[in-house]
Structure formats: C-alpha cells, structure tokens
C-alpha cells in the first residue's frame, strides 16, 4: 500500500521540477527581438559572454546584453552592473538544476528527494529572477517615465512566471492547507509590493488615466525605493526633522515591502516551523510600525497628506500579521498538546511489587527448574500457571494490557515485566505504552522457552496481538 501511494506522488513533484526547468531554458532561449537585432543575438543565453564581460571586464565578445544595469550604490565605489551578476547567477542555478535531475530521476522510493530538488532549484532560480524582474520594475519607474523606456524582456517574464507556479504547485499538493494560507500570504505581499515600491500603473501603462485620483494624492512616492539605493547619499538623506523621518518610514516600509513578498515566495516551498512564524510575526510587525509612522508624520508635516495606497498597504500588514498570530497560536497548541501527552507517558507509575502466594511461588520455581533443565527442542508440556485466585493488579497500563483479564495481567506482569519466572534474554523487554512489535515476534519465536510460564489465555491474546500488528 505504501508503494502505490509513494510513486504517485514522486512522479508528480518530478513533473512540476521538470515544468520547472523548462521554463528556466524558456527564459535562456526564447528569442527577445530589438530593433537591429536578429533572433539569436535576443536570446539571453547567448548574452552571457557580454554579462561576463560587463562584470569581469574581460573581452569574451558575443551578443549585447540587454539586461544591462550599471549603479554605484550611494554614490561610493565602483559602478557593478547588477543585471550581469543576476543574470549569471540565473545560468548557473539553471545548470545546476538540470544535473540535479539526474539523481532525482534515478531514485525509486523516496519521493521527498524529487521534492526537495524541485524546491531548491526553484527557490535558487527566484532570487536572480525576482531580481532582474525589479529591475526592470525600476527602469519603469524611473524619474523620465514609462515613455523611456519599453519593456520587453518577456523572456525573463516567461521563466519567473513558470517557475513560481511550479513552486505554487507543489505548495498545493504537498502542503494542502498550510499550501493555501501561503498562497493566500504570497498574493497579499504581491498586492502591497504592486502598491507600495512598484505602482502597477507603470507596469500597466493603460490604468494611469483610471487611477490618476489616486496617483495625484500619493505622497512622493514608493517609488522613491526604486532609486534609494543608487543616490548619493547627501541626496538620499538630504531631508531635516520631520521630513526625514518620514523618509526613513518610507524606506523601511517599502524595503519591508519587498523582504516580505521574496520571503513569502520562498515560504512557499518550505514546511512551516515555529522559527518561521515568529519570523514573520516580527517582519510583519516591522512593516506595520514604519507604516504607522508613515502616517503620522503625513498629517504633521505641512502640505504632505496621506494617499488612499498608503491605508491599502497598512490593511494588507495587519492583515498578514493577524493571520501569522493565528497560525503561531495553534501551531503552539498542537505542541502542548503532544508534550503533555509525551510528559504523561514518561511519569507512568512503575509496577508496584504484588505479593505472591507461597504455593503459587512453588509451583513457579518447580516450573522454571523443569525448563532449564532440559534442552529447549525437549521441552515436554509441564502445567501452565493459570492465576484465577490471586492479587489485584495495579501496575502500568496500555492498549494491550487493558485487553487482558487481572490473572492475565498478574501473569503478564511476573513474567515480561518483572522478568520473576526466569531468565528471557532472546526476548526484549515490553515497553508499556512504547512500539512493542519485536517483543510479539519474539514470543512466537521462542515460543518452546517460555511455554510453561505462560497460559494458553495468555498466548491467545498474544496471537491476537500479533495479527493486528
């Protein structure tokens, strides 16, 4: 049984890693035209000798990267084209991927390992993706507007786009409800990434006149994130007093923003923890804090105002941060519940000792005098000891113990659990309460030792025992 349900579901997570890989190839391969390109000049993987070159300043020639994005951050250092290391990084994940697929194809039983991979890759491949996304996001929203510059890159679109439905997928299958809860966390970070760092008006050219009520009351933007890093800094932090508070508000809000939809994306493909939820909890609360101040300094500082997207993206924080207390309260409910259950396991009373009938005893000892002495192929059946008068047993209890009678437990008792009948070395020992499946087939096996200690009652409900395991 365990096999028909474990291939299955192998298969399925070895689909969704190959869908996986290619829509990763789909974004090396799929031609990109530009105005005095041909079709294989646009393809980003024979670009890669250009994003060498553009990172290492060597001379490997090839094809003009079009992915290019040259920055100084805070106006120090030397300029790195950030669009070339992702778009390497991107290469590399995506070759590491395909050999992975090698072992992946070649396991038969465990069908976690297909899923891992499949989660890793993608996870790897979404970082320079999601990357190289923003910045086209930025060139979008940069100061000369959508009119400057025309996206086109759908290549990189087209394996973002594959690859996180892949990853959603699978948070689907193998997660079930904990898969939509992430779902449902990941398309509210994306809702307020769309609202708060990245407009979708710039994205979406056609809905600038629609939402143009909105866009005239936003203050200065989210956008302002786009450029944030890329400014010197006297012209990043120029502001005084209120003003620059509300920056720095601005800016964590913002970055947070962007933190929390890349966080939420990877949460998808990995099994919720406790370190996980107070994580969330605690960037959530971040996002929130800097939005409320946000505000605040909105309605002191002079002519600045509040724009309905900013009380959209403070819903949307408390909105995930309500659902992750929710998710942390009864994760932390299903531990107490098992720890209680465990701690009561570990301070189970020992067997109290039970006082033995001095006739009984004798018959007990004549018997054990009887096995040892002859070999274990000759033993003759000797009178089995039947307690049906005798004391009242109190000791430790499980599921199988409750299914016998008190002589049987008296019984059961002196000779597994106190080991009074004799020496049973073959046999181990019983777990009250613990996994005791070796102890049944040992029984059965050295059943010719122990056949005058135990009754054919006894013996019966062993058997039993034993078919049911």
């Known amino acids: 049984m365990g096999k028909t349900k474990t291939n299955p579901t ?23 035209v530009f105005e005095g390109e041909s079709i294989t000049d646009s393809m980003l993987a024979l670009q890669l000798p250009a994003a060498i070159d553009a990172l290492f300043k060597t001379e490997l020639g090839g ?64 970082i320079p993706l999601t990357s190289l996304v923003f910045i086209e996001c930025t060139k979008l929203s940069s100061v000369a507007g959508s009119d400057a510059y025309v996206f086109s890159n759908f290549n990189i679109l087209a394996a973002f786009g594959g690859t996180l439905l892949m990853l959603i997928v699978q948070s689907f299958v193998y997660k079930k409800g904990s898969g939509f809860i992430k779902f449902m966390l990941f ?133 995930q941060f309500i659902i992750n207390i929710i998710r942390a309260c009864t994760y932390k409910k299903a531990v107490a519940v098992g720890t209680v259950v465990v701690a009561k396991e570990k301070k189970e009373k020992p067997a109290k000792p039970v006082k033995e009938d001095k006739k009984v005893k004798k018959a007990a000892n004549d018997s054990i005098a009887a096995t040892v002495a002859e070999p274990v192929a000759e033993v003759k059946e000797e009178p089995r000891l039947v307690y049906s008068v005798g004391p009242i047993y109190d000791g430790p209890s499980d599921k199988f113990i409750e299914t016998l009678t008190n002589d049987e437990k008296v019984e059961f008792a002196r000779v597994f659990l106190e080991r009074k009948m004799g020496n049973l070395p073959n046999i181990p020992k019983y777990v009250v309460g613990g996994e005791n499946a070796k102890f049944f087939s040992s029984v059965f096996i050295y059943y010719g030792r122990i056949r005058g200690l135990v009754s054919d009652g006894l013996m019966n409900k062993f058997y039993q025992q034993g078919n049911m395991m």
Not at 10 to 32: D, Q
Not at 189 to 209: D, F, G, Q, R
Not at 273 to 280: G, R, W
């Open 10 to 32: 192998k298969y399925a997570a070895l689909v969704t890693y190959c869908l996986a890989l290619v829509s990763l190839l789909v974004g090396l391969f799929l031609p990109t």
């Open 187 to 319: 398309m509210l970070s994306a809702v307020a990434l769309l609202v708060a760092v990245y407009p979708i008006y710039l994205l979406v050219p056609a809905l600038a006149e629609p939402m143009q009520s909105i866009i005239d009351k936003a203050p200065a933007g989210f956008v302002y994130l786009s450029s944030f890093f890329f400014l010197p800094l006297e012209t990043t932090f120029g502001a005084e007093g209120m003003e620059l508070v509300f920056v720095i508000a601005l800016v964590i809000a913002s970055l947070m923003a962007v933190i929390n939809f890349m966080l939420d994306m990877f949460g998808l493909g990995k099994t919720t923890n406790k370190a996980m939820l107070v994580t969330n909890i605690v960037r959530y609360a971040v996002e929130i804090i800097a939005i409320i101040l946000m505000i605040v300094m909105g309605f002191l500082i002079e002519g600045l105002g509040i724009a309905i997207i900013t009380y959209v993206f403070a819903g949307i924080a408390v909105l």
């Open 63 to 126: 094809a003009a990267f079009s992915l290019a994005f040259p920055v100084q951050f805070f106006g120090m250092g030397e300029t790195i084209d950030l669009g070339a290391v992702f778009v390497l990084l991107y290469a590399l994940f995506t070759a590491f991927g395909i050999i992975a697929l090698i072992p992946v194809i070649a396991s038969k039983k465990d069908r976690k390992t297909a899923l891992k991979a499949a989660s890793l890759i993608e996870i790897l491949a979404l």
